[in-house]
């Protein structure tokens, strides 16, 4: 379960400061090699390459192989499914969502399936309770810093225009160190980042809001204290922590809902792999290797 973190970014124009960062787009572009696609039935029914070439695009891969496999595995599971629904004469019923599209026939009987014959025990407060209490780590609003920089831009790929910023942050950073109150005042003069204008406040900072080298240099720092120059993708920065702010344990109350709607997706998630794995083991399956079972797991 992900830690729950309250958003103290709301409302922070992305253009307050440079140093927000997200982690690259994989490539996802489908690769030359060719993968040998054996033929592939479900009790008799064919899976059709055809099915299976358009099934892959959902399933992102570091080779085409398994790609193929993921995407073979989840055909041959919605045949189960759909095979298994037929066979109980399961009645689906098409519902819309909120952005007014309507699921497919098959869709709607392969829910319908798992409704009927998925059954998920409901967590009592008890349980509740105990999972809070044994996972307090995980309801804790993460820590904040309340910091401030100077920005000397540069980039890297340009050597001569880095070493030049480098020399200036030493040259600053040598200065602040016999007068640390001047760092404001220095920040509105030659700070390059737009939070110059505030004295290069850069109000409350939390986990992922700037570059890994600023928050790992941010993280040593005591109240009050001045790191040395910092080199970033951005140029190389002084950085002052101004306040540390510890994160608090969120009470029960607070998580009581997340908590619930967590355990009923997880146990409903286990269950329907569970009775999956039933009708795998119940089927003929030829072309693919997937696990089943032979015997009900959890009633």
Not at 95 to 123: K, N
Not at 186 to 200: E, I, K, Q
Not at 237 to 252: C, E, S, V
Request: with cysteine; glycine share 6%.
């Amino acid at each position: 379960m992900a830690a729950l973190v309250i958003d103290h970014s709301a409302g922070r124009k992305s253009s307050e400061h440079p140093h927000e960062h997200r982690p690259a787009t994989p490539d996802t572009a489908p690769s030359r090699e060719r993968v040998a696609m054996p033929p592939v039935t479900v009790n008799g029914v064919a899976i059709s390459r055809k099915a299976i070439a358009a099934e892959v695009q959902n399933f992102p891969a570091r080779n085409p192989g398994e790609g193929w496999r993921a995407a073979t595995r989840a055909l041959v599971i919605r045949e189960l499914l759909l095979q298994e629904a037929r066979r109980l004469d399961i009645v689906g019923e098409q519902r819309t969502d909120q952005d007014g599209r309507r699921e497919t026939v098959e869709d709607a009987l392969v829910r319908g399936l798992i409704e009927r014959e998925v059954h998920v025990p409901e967590a009592d407060e008890e349980m509740l309770r105990r999972f809070y209490e044994n996972n307090l780590r995980r309801f804790v609003t993460p820590p904040l810093l309340e910091a401030d920089h100077i920005l000397i831009a540069a980039r890297r790929d340009d050597k001569e225009a880095f070493a030049a910023a480098r020399e200036k942050a030493l040259s600053l950073r040598s200065g602040l160190a016999a007068a640390p109150e001047r760092f404001a005042a220095l920040a509105r003069d030659c700070s390059d980042c737009p939070s110059a204008t505030v004295g290069g406040s850069l109000g409350q900072i939390g986990p992922g809001d700037t570059t890994p080298e600023f928050e790992a240099a941010l993280g040593d720092l005591a109240p009050g204290e001045i790191s040395s120059p910092v080199e970033t993708r951005y140029g190389v920065h002084l950085i002052r922590l101004t306040r540390r702010i510890d994160g608090r344990q969120l009470p029960f109350e607070h998580v009581r809902e997340r908590i619930a709607s967590y355990l009923a997706e997880h146990v409903s998630r286990q269950a329907t792999a569970q009775y999956v794995a039933l009708l795998v083991g119940r089927a003929d399956i030829v072309g693919i290797a997937i696990d089943g079972a032979s015997s009900p797991l959890v009633q």
